[in-house]
């Protein structure tokens, strides 16, 4: 039996006797913060990003973005996992207020911005591009090599950042045909969709279209996630029988884990910890399958108690198909 699959069993016990156990600690990630010059309405923002390199040769390339009104450093307990295991992972923190329209989420048209976003992962083959670039400067900053960027990608946003990543991904798809082939999948958590605009509308629209895997963890309707409108955009857009699963008692915080802030939990919530864990769990394993084209069978929903999700609870999350 395979390790992984061995350790997940393992793990799935675990989480029937109580909260999800933690998975077999590897060597840590090393964190190198940096910047990113994203060129925007005749300037160019010059943005914090943190990188987060695992112990050996990436197994490939994970963008983690946060969500409005957040920072790269309230993703970093989620991208420490994801290093973890093995990812170059990526953390940009995006502005969320900016007259010019260069921000995060649409409060008007942002796709120029997010088209910008969607430039440095269309030219992260390029040694030289603004991918690569960044990462050798943090790099020659904390005084180590900086490791070659793997072609293969999975993106993973987390509330507006969830829309901010369906829209770089169907940007990659219309405008990046040679790199497309590279984004091997996307992961939304708790995805919020913007008041104004219909980013997250067209971008599902066009993804449904392509084999790209598309998988979800979602809390319940709140102020927070918008009541719920980007996970239902999700639903009724996607034509496939499993999107994703719901924590029943999930708050929106919950992906920030402990890298959330007092600000963040007074609004929005305390994560918890066995949801905290249910979805690290899921988002790490979930990367694993899109990177392996493997299907981990504990890690989805089949409604017996022996998989991760209906051990914790989890709903399954069905699409339109």
């Not at 809390?219 to 980007?230: I, Q």
Request: glycine share 10%; aromatic share 6%.
């Amino acid at each position: 039996m395979p390790l992984r699959r061995s350790c997940l069993i393992a793990v799935a016990a675990a989480c029937l006797a109580g909260p999800l156990a933690a998975l077999p600690a590897t060597a840590a990630p090393t964190a190198l913060p940096g910047a990113i010059d994203l060129p925007c309405a005749g300037a160019t923002r010059h943005q914090n990003a943190d990188w987060y390199l695992p112990d050996g040769v990436p197994r490939g390339l994970v963008w983690v973005q946060h969500g409005f009104a957040r920072a790269d450093g309230n993703v970093a307990a989620l991208a420490e996992t994801l290093a973890s295991a093995g990812y170059l992972v990526f953390t940009p923190s995006l502005p969320f207020f900016d007259p010019a329209g260069c921000t995060l989420q649409n409060l008007g048209d942002n796709t120029p911005f997010l088209d910008q976003v969607a430039r440095l992962f269309g030219t992260a083959d390029d040694p030289y591009g603004p991918l690569a670039t960044a990462l050798a400067a943090a790099a020659a900053q904390a005084g180590r090599p900086a490791p070659a960027l793997p072609q293969r990608m999975v993106f993973i946003g987390h509330s507006a950042g969830a829309e901010a990543a369906e829209y770089v991904a169907h940007h990659l798809h219309t405008d990046y045909p040679a790199r497309w082939p590279d984004l091997a999948g996307l992961i939304l958590l708790d995805p919020v969709k913007s008041f104004l605009g219909n980013n997250t509308d067209v971008a599902l629209t066009d993804l449904d279209r392509t084999p790209l895997p598309i998988l979800t963890v979602a809390g319940p309707p709140s102020p927070c996630n918008n009541f719920g409108t980007g996970t239902t955009a999700v639903q009724t857009l996607l034509h496939r029988d499993f999107v994703g699963v719901r924590l029943p008692t999930g708050v929106h915080t919950d992906a920030e884990g402990a890298s959330s802030d007092a600000l963040g939990e007074l609004i929005c919530g305390t994560p918890q910890s066995a949801n905290v864990s249910i979805l690290q769990h899921l988002a790490t394993d979930w990367t694993a399958d899109f990177f392996d084209g493997t299907t981990t069978s504990i890690d989805y929903p089949t409604g017996t108690p022996g998989t991760i999700p209906a051990a914790a609870g989890a709903q399954p999350l069905r699409g339109a198909a």
